[in-house]
């Protein structure tokens, strides 16, 4: 069975400090891989994804960048966080041909202090 | 007018009723629609997915999508305190598409 691992669980960072979180997935190949955040009240926000090694594609412009060295493996990082981008992070998998479903980590809960 | 629509809440009820959990949306080009349920501090998690009109269950759970009104439903049947979370619909036009979620809907079950 597929599993999701994010890390840590909960993070406080002062404003200008580096970011960097990460997701891996176990138990699938070449799976579409997404993070999320969630603000209070706010939704779900699409911040990236990524279909294959090295394709990373933006949704919003912003403080944060994405990566993904490995197949399973997915990176969000800010070289000087903002009180802005606390917020709830969450990582999620899919497969390319499904029906688009989604399965989501147990999330990051960011604080910038 | 957003995609996707999804009444807030919160909603609280008592154990054991029935609770029907809605969301409309305005893509005609949706055609696979999931319901998540996100407990607090926690990742969602995919209760249901169907990609037709009409019904699907799932033992206490129903899913019901209506194309033709662009409605989708989630019913839950003698519900529990632990079922007391967040309830997220979502939708897409297929795998190689994003996912569009409502906002939620906080539901409390009270014993």
């Known amino acids: 069975s597929q599993t999701i691992h994010q890390w840590p669980a909960t993070l406080v960072q002062p404003v200008g400090s580096p970011l960097s979180l990460e997701c891996t997935v176990e138990?699938?190949?070449?799976?579409?891989l997404y993070w999320y955040r969630q603000a209070a009240g706010r939704g779900l926000q699409l911040l990236f994804y990524?279909?294959?090694?090295?394709?990373i594609s933006s949704e919003v412009p912003q403080n944060l960048s994405a990566s993904r060295p490995q197949d399973r493996q997915f990176i969000l990082s800010s070289k000087k966080l903002l009180l802005s981008d606390s917020g709830f992070y969450l990582c999620a998998w899919g497969t390319s041909g499904g029906l688009g479903e989604q399965y989501f980590g147990p999330g990051t809960r960011l604080t910038v202090t | 007018q957003k995609e996707v629509e999804q009444d807030p809440g919160p909603l609280s009820v008592p154990e054991g009723a029935i609770v029907s959990l809605n969301c409309t949306y305005s893509?005609?080009?949706?055609?696979?629609f999931m319901w998540y349920r996100q407990y607090s501090r926690k990742g969602p998690e995919l209760l249901m997915y169907?990609?037709?009109?009409g019904n699907k269950e799932d033992g206490r759970f129903t899913a019901q999508v209506d194309k033709s009104s662009k409605y989708i439903s989630l019913f839950i049947r003698d519900s529990q305190p632990s079922d007391s979370a967040t309830y997220l619909c979502a939708m897409s036009r297929g795998s190689n598409y994003k996912l569009t979620f409502g906002k939620g809907t906080l539901l409390t079950v009270n014993p």
């Open positions: 893509n005609s080009a949706f055609q696979y």
């Open positions: 169907t990609y037709s009109s």
């Open positions: 990524s279909v294959g090694i090295g394709q």
């Open positions: 138990g699938t190949s070449n799976p579409n």
